[in-house]
Antibody
Framework: EVQLLESGGGLVQPGGSLRLSCAAS????????MSWVRQGPGKGLEWISA????????HYADSVKGRFTISRDISKSTLYLQMNSLRAEDTAVYYC?????????WGQGTLVAVSS | DIVMTQTPLSLSVTPGQPASISCKSS???????????LYWYLQKPGQTPQLLIY???SRFSGVPDRFSGSGSGTDFTLKISRVEAEDVGVYYC????????FGGGTKVEIK
């Protein structure tokens, strides 16, 4: 069974940093592309980043480009999202998902709140 | 970026009746491999989004056959043949050409 478990969310001040993790199991992580999607409070879904299986190819939404970095550790079957220069508008539930185009497997999400 | 526009914004349906949601894209989500990457998700209240339909018309594993997707080019439709109480939530279309983009969502409630 595919399982994705996010962690690392919390309250952070504007301008601060946070690293999210997504522990994957139930599938071959090393050959799977992965993505991050977020959802602001009461808002719709926003794709923010994707990484290929080889880590050789990454994509970012314009809203996070230059501030967020997606990466992966094959040995730990873990996906990461390093978030720097956080803004109030980054407040959201962050989901990791399996696939280059997201697809059918999502984690339960971790809440990031950016506020002073 | 491809802009996804969903209509209606909300829908109130009597159980057992059909429902239809439209999704229009500013450009076709047709990739160089010949596949059209148009997806439909349902986010039930308080839950993670769940995939219903991928590549326009293929149902994801475990999705009831009362859900169907159709369309081509820039016009797509999700149909529920007979709405059930468990179908309430917000429906999103998404196109799969990077950068990926979602529609604004259609809230479905039961009368």
């Amino acid at each position: 069974e595919v399982q994705l478990l996010e962690s690392g969310g919390g309250l952070v001040q504007p301008g601060g940093s946070l690293r999210l993790s997504c522990a994957a199991s139930g599938f071959t992580f090393s050959t799977s592309d992965m993505s991050w999607v977020r959802q602001g409070p009461g808002k719709g879904l926003e794709w923010i980043s994707a990484i290929s299986a080889s880590s050789g190819n990454t994509h970012y939404a314009d809203s996070v480009k230059g501030r967020f970095t997606i990466s992966r550790d094959i040995s730990k079957s873990t996906l990461y999202l390093q978030m720097n220069s956080l803004r109030a508008e980054d407040t959201a539930v962050y989901y990791c998902a399996k696939g280059w185009r997201i697809g059918g497997y999502w984690g339960q999400g971790t809440l990031v709140a950016v506020s002073s | 970026d491809i802009v996804m526009t969903q209509t209606p914004l909300s829908l109130s349906v009597t159980p057992g009746q059909p429902a239809s949601i439209s999704c229009k894209s500013s450009q076709s989500p047709l990739d160089s491999d010949g596949k059209t990457y148009l997806y439909w998700y349902l986010q039930k209240p308080g839950q993670t989004p769940q995939l219903l339909i991928y590549e326009v018309s293929s149902r994801f594993s475990g999705v009831p056959d009362r859900f169907s997707g159709s369309g081509s080019g820039t016009d797509f439709t999700l149909k529920i043949s007979r709405v059930e109480a468990e179908d309430v939530g917000v429906y999103y279309c998404m196109q799969g050409i990077h950068p990926l983009t979602f529609g604004g969502g259609t809230k479905v409630e039961i009368k």
